[in-house]
């Protein structure tokens, strides 16, 4: 099994920046991508961004592309996204999550963490 948890949420007025962080443990010998994922209040969950478990091909979804960035620090098995001019729109629960293959569904989940961008 893999161990992911979420933090770094928070309220923050629109325009500003956050930086959340999925720390991963467990069988990650085996994962072969990390990806963020959100969910708004009476919304479907929606793909965010993700990169592979060895810090390479970042994608993203175009609602955040040039202003998240994902990124991995081995040394800590941590998975971070930063969101920079964050807006209203992108107020959800975020959550980590974790694959062992490219043509896989995502398997581990997170708990998640609120983000919350006031206007």
């Known amino acids: 099994q893999v161990q992911l948890v979420e933090s770094g949420g928070g309220l923050v007025q629109a325009g500003g920046s956050l930086r959340l962080s999925c720390a991963v443990s467990?069988?990650?010998?085996?994962?072969?991508?990390v990806g963020w994922f959100r969910q708004a209040p009476g919304q479907e969950r929606e793909f965010v961004a993700a990169?592979?478990?060895?810090?390479?091909?970042?994608s993203y979804a175009d609602s955040v592309k040039g202003r998240f960035t994902i990124s991995r620090d081995g040394a800590k098995n941590t998975v971070y996204l930063q969101m920079n001019s964050l807006k209203p729109e992108d107020t959800a629960v975020y959550y980590c999550t974790s694959r062992n293959s490219p043509s896989r569904e995502y398997r581990y989940w997170g708990q998640g963490t609120q983000v919350t961008v006031s206007s």
């Open positions: 990169i592979t478990w060895s810090g390479g091909l970042p």
């Open positions: 467990g069988r990650t010998f085996s994962m072969y991508g």
